[in-house]
């Protein structure tokens, strides 16, 4: 179990729905002769010998049973924690790789260790950033520097073992941005594509606590989740898949960390979906235990136990980009960095942050959004906030059409700039696209009711009920209920906008971005919190000047998060100077990959459409060069599946009465 784990740590949590029965049913059994009263009354000298062995929960038993409606399930997790991490170094050698003389390397190691390789979140080098007043850029260099550099992990330990790629999982991200977007494009076209897609409104799938929640307690909703592996998970598949081909390797002998800034991403690694039956080659002959995608997933204040527990200073990391051997594809290894490495020229990872508009859960409604916005040039997104900050609705319009083929004379302001729409306004533009945000899990219990299917009457004639929206969801007063402020443009406080943000039916929306977390993913529950530094009021005691609370903590993560600025280009310039030309352009690629700041733009270069400072068409290209080179369909490398969770907690056999009370109710009798 995490160490640092507790459930006040964990703001997601709801609340056990029963006890859970798993260590009951784990429990071994005794032998016939030892059975015995333990907790009779007895003299000492009659004491028994033998200690009851402790109760041990897996997360394979965590995720079969549906005892506890809540996210915070990570409480059960008695694996993959820092220590394990250690223990796994100390157990196996790193095998070198030389990209010069490769075959001849692993033919003499590669019985002997494993492959170590790591996939770091861009929350978690905020959450590192913000702690130590740096930029994200240094904190990923520190990071680096711990998981694979001469002073990290590799300094110590039985065989010195350390990491050979530290992988960003931006990289992945941006794959699952375009695939994504092309899923809401496929859901909401003709639903007689053979592309399989899922129902709309499709619902975000990233976040493992609500997916938790949504198989065990409302399997209702999981037609309308989307199929796609998270970037954790896409980015464990792409290592795996592409090492095992390349290397001539088997996936037990690559081990892969996660640093995440959610508990709840052990659950999703420990799923039976995420392992290599879903995508290696069956063969009859061979009957090998699954293997795991991500092997073992810590969050940002694990990262900072491991390298104390090994003994390692890590505010004293040199903050400067390691050496690593290039990724032996190599267009995927131009795709995960922004270049070779050697003792001369450190590999950079790419970067790829976002503008705050896209939130700092990954911005896949953001994309969503500017995707739909370039298919329709012209076209105007507003915003509508709900009941509170983590509700949010987006609406995409665009001028009607006249007879004559003349467009309305309503202006194009930015998408941004404006708040409320005017009646006249409303009038003359028509929707093309719907969609929200539900953060929190007060606010998702309120997403899964309204797409409850409705009610039916088992008698004849009845009519269906249908889910009534709660009051605050109706025309009538949705003015004073949505806040709406007056357009900074028409100096009116309209009425349309804010009905449309109460009254817009679920089934509206095309695309909903769902995560457990208030205020998004820096909000994890693994992340450094403003009182783990004593920068904070501890409880029960008055605040003192100066110090700073956990909303204040997390603006200062957020602002980390996005620190793709100055400081980081002053960062990059020392290394261009010393880079070759080629090099150097890609420096500027780099720092100017931070998307469109106008929406619905649509950029042209020579790699074709640019959408939110993604290359679509360069990510297209790379997903289907990594089908094509491990021989492996799209379908089980890029998605996964989800099912319901069926309770079976206090439901033992069935009795004879219960059996007779069943067969009473099928043939329409009773009592």
Known sequence: MSAILSADDLNDFISPGVACIKPVETLPLQKPEELHNSYEVTTEDKLPTQDHAPAQISLTDCLACSGCVTSAEAVLISLQSHSEVLDTLDAHPSIPIRYDNLAEELGHRVN??????????????????????????????????????????????????????????????????????????TSTSSPLMDTPAPKKPVLTSACPGWICYAEKTHPHVLPHLSRLKSPQALTGTLLKTVLCQHLNIRPDQIWHLAVMPCFDKKLEASRGE????????????????????????????????????????????PQVPISTPPFPDP??????????????????RRRRNQEPAAGSSGGYLHHVLQTQLAKSPGSKLHTIRGRNADVVEYTITKPLTFGNGAHSTTDNRHLSDRATITEKEEDDEETIFRAARYYGFRNIQNLVRKLKPPRTRRLPGATTIKSQPPSNTTTTNSTTTHHTKPSPLTNKTTKSASAAAGSSSINEYAYVEVMACPGGCTNGGGQIKVDDLGLGPRQGTPPVVGMMNQKEWLEKVDEAYFSMGSSDSECLAPLASGLGDGDVEDVDMVMRDGGSKDGGEVMEDEEGEVVNGIHVKNVREVLRHWSESTGIGMEKLCFTTFREVKSDVGKGEKGEKDRVVELAGRIGGGW
Not at 158 to 169: E, K, L, N
Not at 280 to 290: G, H, I, V
Not at 331 to 348: A, M, V
């Open 112 to 185: 002997e260790g494993k492959i170590f390789v790591a996939s770091v979140s861009p929350q978690v080098r905020a959450s590192i950033a913000a702690t130590y007043g740096i930029s994200e850029l240094k904190a990923g260099w520190m990071i680096d520097q711990l998981l694979g550099g001469p002073f990290g992990l590799a300094s110590g330990g039985r065989h010195g073992s350390g990491f050979t790629w530290i992988v960003d999982t931006n990289a992945m991200r941006e794959a699952c941005l375009v695939l994504g977007a092309d899923e809401v494009a």
């Open 331 to 348: 267009i995927l290894d131009s795709f995960l960095f922004s270049h070779h490495g050697s003792q001369s020229h450190p590999r950079k």
């Open 274 to 317: 995420l392992t290599d039956i879903y995508w290696r080659p069956s063969s009859p002959q061979e009957s090998t235990p699954p293997i795991r995608d991500v092997d073992c997933v810590i969050t940002a204040r694990e990262l900072l136990m491991l390298a104390d527990t090994r003994g390692i200073s890590f505010p004293s990391l």
